[in-house]
């Protein structure tokens, strides 16, 4: 048995020691590719927790075909987005309440409002909160791509396992992305002159 066995064996049976260890190995990483999805602080660390909650409930279903580091970060992938999912449905909602006139109380927090990011270290917060703006509002595909490669300096071949496209997918979807992003950031300070 290999170290990756013998510890999936024992998380598989419910060790509170091996799960604090992986709590321990991974906590600061998938907090971080949250925060590269999500970049809200409070909300990176909801979305970490749940990830983990995920993990313990699921890890008895993993096959180990992938290494255990690819299932965590696919899960994290995956919350994530359900949580932009789910925060942009509410934010449509009120937007549908306001103005069909059922007032109610519309959600202050500002989905962008923490950017001290470790991949973004942008000279003001207004530009950080327009990249991440442009960001979500690509295809769901080329937001995941470039959001592991660029902001949570995933690799290729990483972001191969995480996602399961091939690598010319991966590059293509990739050059998209960043030529999608281009033409809104420039219509973006277009506008702004």
Known sequence: MTNQEEFLEKLK???????????????????????????NKEDA????????LEVYKSVSKFKGDSKLST???????NKCLEFIRKKNAKKRFAFMQSITGNQIPMDKTNFYTEFNHPGILLENKEKSETIYFAINTLPESQRVVFTLAKLDGKSYQEIVEITGKSLS?????????????????EDFYKNEQ
């Open 169 to 185: 997918s991966v590059e293509s979807i990739m050059f998209r992305a960043k030529k999608n992003l281009q033409k809104k950031l």
């Open 71 to 77: 299932w965590i970060y696919k899960i994290c992938t």
């Open 13 to 39: 049976s419910g060790s509170q020691a091996a799960f604090s260890q992986l709590l321990d190995d991974y906590q600061q990483k998938v907090f971080h590719t949250c925060i590269s999805f999500v970049p």
């Open 45 to 52: 660390e909801d979305v970490a927790q749940e990830v983990f």
